[in-house]
């Protein structure tokens, strides 16, 4: 009879091992270095959040998507948050009300949400992000664009993209369309998947004018270089997205100024947060990888409904994508293993862990093998756990260096570690 114990994870969520766990802490730690360099601060936003204040912050999407139960303490409900933007709007709007704009701010943390399970989602998301708070305008937007290019070439990334879209553009072909909400909501899914036949059908007998139809039919096909923005003009005539188009060309200026106009692609039909963004939006694509890595943009509204109005832009990586989509390139930038495994055979132990403090001292990763083996199997162990070296205790002064990866024995002397005059 097995006694085996069943511990299945629930459906979204993962364990991650010391390889990959090595790996996640080299993005975050890489990504704040990046945020820290271009002065934005870290917040921890809580675990938990009471429902009301929490949807206050969310789209109609998140609501559905959001863990929620009632607190036994206050029977208020309350809520695993599904996203972090919306807490540091909170924390910006409540708790920072008396200091002086822009607030540059950034964190890391997980968020949970409701996936349909045929789908194959990940539940549990883990984001690093940040968010720029009480600064309009396209260079506001463009410093975004340019911290995300900074962020995934400081992590190894090769070939991505990183593509904008203009909600405001889209917005003013789509505001005033004489259309019921689920035709609307059809004319969207078409635009978003850039289906242009289906989109042809679907407003084929709809009561538009010809310019209506030019410009719906024109979404589909604005997707491309910095060329997109002169055929978007001459397809879109109203003022509201002729503003928009302005704007972005101002942002792509300044995205030549920093240098990164090569990955930048354009795509006037993206259809992302059209209920939630108040402008820009951009999502970042690893070549190879399907799934965005990254995503942002301006969200003007978010801040007031918190009582505190103000512009704000940020973006936010999705960590486990990185992770994936990355994770050949990590294997070269991450040490997932120690420096030293000590084994001592002696029966006095405190010369060896005195040794051992003296090394970690120095700056080494080191365990000594406390389980009584022969050193053999401390070897193999070395090996099997990722330590790079065993270091082979005497009572003599000389000491063996065993590199764990071949088998190599390099002489050391115990005077020659104390005194700092040994490297690896």
């Known amino acids: ?44 936003p809580a675990v938990l959040e009471d429902l009301a204040v929490l949807e206050l912050g969310l789209g109609t999407d998140l609501r559905e998507k959001t863990f929620r139960f009632d607190d036994r303490q206050t029977g208020r409900l309350v809520a695993f948050p599904p996203d972090i933007t919306p807490q540091v709007a909170r924390i910006a709007a409540t708790r920072m009300r008396e200091m002086p704009l822009p607030f540059r701010l950034c964190y890391n943390g997980r968020v949970l949400r409701h996936t349909e399970q045929r789908l194959g989602k990940d539940r549990e998301i883990f984001q690093s992000g940040v968010e720029l708070i009480g600064l309009s305008g396209p260079e ?28 405001e553009f889209l917005r003013g072909i789509l505001s005033d369309l004489p259309l019921d909400a689920a035709q609307s909501r059809a004319v969207r899914s078409a635009i978003a998947a850039k289906d242009l036949s289906g989109l042809r059908q679907l407003i084929k007998d709809l009561p538009l004018t010809d310019q209506q139809r030019t410009e719906l039919l024109a979404l589909p096909r604005l997707y491309g270089g910095h060329e997109v923005l002169g055929q978007a003009r001459q397809s879109v005539t109203n ?15 300044i995205l030549t100024v920093y240098g990164i106009e090569d990955h930048i692609t354009l795509d006037l039909g993206e259809m992302r947060g059209f209920d939630y963004h108040s402008g820009l939006v951009f999502q970042g694509f690893l070549s190879g990888f399907g799934r965005a890595v990254c995503s942002g943009g301006r969200y ?32 070269e930038r991450t040490e997932d293993g120690s420096d030293i495994l000590l084994f001592s055979s002696g029966q006095d132990k405190a010369p060896a862990q005195q040794l051992a403090t003296v090394l970690r001292e120095q700056g080494y990763s080191v365990s000594r093998d406390i389980i009584e ?32 990866a071949d088998g190599e024995e390099i002489s050391v002397t115990r005077a020659a570690i104390e005194s700092g005059q040994f490297q690896l």
Not at 141 to 163: H, N, P, R, S, Y
Not at 240 to 252: F, R, T
Not at 314 to 328: H, I, P, R, S, T
Request: charged letters at 20%; hydrophobic letters at 45%.
């Open 140 to 167: 506001a937007d463009a410093e975004m664009i340019a911290m995300a290019v900074k962020c995934l070439q400081a992590v190894g990334a090769g070939e991505f993209t990183i593509d904008i879209g203009q909600i």
């Open 300 to 331: 003007d509204g978010l801040t007031a409904r918190y009582g505190f109005p103000a512009p704000a832009t940020g973006f936010a990586f999705n960590l486990y994508n990185l992770l994936f989509a990355l994770d050949k390139i990590l294997d």
């Open 373 to 404: 083996r022969n050193q053999s199997a401390s070897l193999d162990y070395a090996r099997r756990m990722h330590y790079s070296y065993l270091l082979v205790f005497e009572v003599s002064e000389e000491l063996t260096l065993i590199r764990a």
């Open 1 to 44: 009879m097995s006694n085996t114990i069943e511990t299945r994870l629930p459906t979204g969520v993962k364990d991650f091992l010391p390889v990959k766990t090595a790996k996640l802490d080299y993005l975050q730690n890489t990504l704040r270095s990046i945020y820290r360099s271009w002065g934005f601060r870290p917040v921890a």
């Open 239 to 253: 003022p509201a997205s002729q503003k928009a188009l302005d704007n972005l060309e101002k942002i792509l200026e």
